[in-house]
């Protein structure tokens, strides 16, 4: 459950995953950087299958961002491809283990086929009750804030809305989050230690982890070690510590 203030209840956990060093696995083993993403996804579905027996409710992965297009056009093209056949060989499995599957991002330069494929496993899993399992596709924190006060400004224009009515909450309902809680802890394989334009307004309050560990050697072992580390954490909002 989330609280007013986009908080964690005692009823979710929400983990936001940066899945981050697929190409350098693929180069350090002399390997073509897609065999890199091809083995990413198969620690994502290791992860999937982990998250709900380590008590998550809401896991997000960081698929695509919309740097990634700066990317060369058969490493994009292949990434598509691969995105496309992951829909296609895990839907099944998906939909059989509970997971509520929703995508966010912007859909400008998508392919048809891959929205199309996106569309329908939203809708096929819509009504599952198990993980909530969220993929930021072709998603930067920025151009979906642009998004959203588009809407907004949209609405004040035409009258429907007063810029003084505009607070946090309206504005986080325009967000391609506003369905779900805010994340309550970030995780960012590879060793890099920032956040990448991931959800910038969700993780204001978010803890952060950072593990050298490259994306296709990430483990529902380590997953489960640091949300154990995390749920030591002492999470205070901004408020002092109780004495």
Not at 96 to 116: H, S, T, W, Y
Not at 202 to 219: I, N
């Amino acid at each position: 459950m989330v609280d007013g203030d986009g908080f964690m209840s005692d009823e979710t956990l929400h983990v936001g995953i940066i899945m981050d060093g697929n190409g350098r696995w693929a180069t350090r083993r002399g390997l073509p950087r897609l065999k890199g993403h091809s083995q990413g996804a198969e620690a994502v579905q290791a992860v999937v299958e982990a998250a709900p027996e380590i008590g998550i409710s809401h896991l997000t992965l960081f698929a695509f961002s919309t740097e990634n297009w700066k990317r060369s056009a058969s490493e994009v093209s292949g990434l598509m491809t691969l995105f496309k056949r992951y829909i296609t060989a895990k839907a099944d499995r998906l939909i059989a283990e509970n997971v509520r599957v929703r995508f966010i991002g912007g859909q400008d330069r998508m392919e048809p086929k891959l929205l199309e494929l996106m569309g329908w496993l939203e809708a096929e899993t819509r009504d599952n009750g198990g993980l909530n399992l969220t993929i930021a596709m072709n998603y930067g924190g920025r151009d979906e804030l642009i998004r959203a006060v588009q809407k907004l400004s949209a609405r004040v224009q035409i009258g429907e809305l007063k810029p003084s009515e505009i607070s946090e909450k309206t504005l986080s309902n325009y967000m391609d989050t506003a369905e779900i809680p805010n994340p309550d802890l970030i995780i960012r394989t590879s060793g890099e230690q920032r956040i990448s334009n991931f959800m910038p307004w969700q993780s204001a309050y978010a803890e952060l982890a950072f593990t050298e560990t490259l994306w296709p050697d990430f483990t529902d072992k380590e997953l489960r070690s640091i949300v154990t580390s995390f749920m030591g954490r002492d999470r205070r909002f901004g408020a002092v510590a109780a004495q």
